[in-house]
């Protein structure tokens, strides 16, 4: 499998931005895809899934602010994320995983200014 991902950029402290993952190859039925973000020396945090059937999953960081959706059509999936903070600034990866495999896509950078 492989992921595209697109989007990202610098944005004021409030303001949004949009991300969005194509995937393509061999993808099962039953799957999650979803983003993680990643600060340089700290451990990459899940910040959305949502699965083949639609269910979705957030952490309390960004719940309320964060919405992921996905067009099974297209096997694309898009992060819009609102009311940003600084804290939100990382690489932010989109990811894909069925029973066999997990894959991560190059990251695209989030930079949140105050």
């Known amino acids: 499998v492989q992921l595209q991902a697109c989007g990202g950029g610098l944005v004021q402290a409030g303001g949004s931005l949009g991300l969005s993952c194509a995937a393509s190859?061999?993808?099962?039925?039953?799957?999650?895809m979803g983003w993680g973000r990643q600060v340089p020396g700290q451990q990459r945090e899940s910040v959305a899934a949502i699965t083949s059937s639609g269910k979705t999953q957030y952490p309390d960081s960004v719940k309320g602010r964060f919405t992921i959706t996905r067009d099974t059509t297209k096997n694309t999936i898009y992060l819009q994320m609102n009311d940003l903070k600084p804290e939100d600034t990382a690489v932010y990866y989109c990811?894909?995983?069925?029973?066999?495999?997990?894959?991560w896509g190059q990251g695209t950078q989030v930079t949140v200014s105050s």
């Open positions: 190859g061999r993808i099962a039925g039953i799957n999650v």
């Open positions: 990811s894909y995983y069925d029973t066999e495999y997990h894959y």
